[in-house]
């Protein structure tokens, strides 16, 4: 179902795909701003992009977490320090490579992860309920249509950190 092969149908295409842009970023700015209550006083945002992707991917590398969210090995080795020294994360030996270590959560890490993605939740579930049941269930499904048809992996372990958008330039979206 792909409309690339037709320049008439990527024209009326393109102007919807900026709004669909805009309003993701929009969604995303919103989110940060009502989650922010939740989030840890004194954590940067490297340190909780490290608590979410070791809560998703327990026993991950520092070296696999830098390359995930796009920072270098030296900025996650000194972030995961502060979150050892915090006893947020823990650090274990691989069982394969002794020289290698993983991150884990302590159990307090679990608990703030718990903490900041229950407002994470609220904040989406405020947002659907301006519409109604049907029209929720509609949106959702969509975006899940959307993702599937590209094989987009709907589990959440297996997303990506990149978090940097690559389509944007001088705040505009291009076509």
């Known amino acids: 179902m792909s409309n690339q092969a037709d320049p008439d149908t990527a024209a009326d295409t393109c102007p919807k795909a900026q709004r669909f842009l805009t309003a993701y970023f929009a969604l995303r700015s919103y989110i940060a701003n009502q989650s922010s209550p939740n989030y840890p006083t004194g954590m940067s945002i490297n340190q909780l992009k490290t608590l979410h992707l070791v809560a998703h991917k ?8 830098a390359e995930r969210l796009g920072v270098t090995t030296a900025s996650i080795s000194t972030s ?11 650090r274990r030996a691989d069982p394969a490579d002794a020289r290698v270590m993983l991150l884990h959560l302590a159990p307090m890490g679990e608990q703030i992860f718990a903490r900041v993605f229950d407002g994470f ?18 949106l959702v499904g969509l975006l899940e249509k959307v993702l599937t048809a590209k094989q987009v992996s709907l589990d959440i372990r297996k997303l990506s950190y990149a978090d940097r958008p690559h389509c944007m330039k001088d705040g505009a979206a291009s076509c």
């Open 58 to 65: 327990p026993g991950v590398t520092q070296t696999s977490v």
């Open 80 to 90: 995961v320090r502060e979150l050892e020294a915090e006893g947020l994360i823990e």
């Open 121 to 138: 939740t609220r904040t989406f579930a405020e947002l659907l309920d301006t519409l109604e049941p049907d029209e929720q269930e509609l």
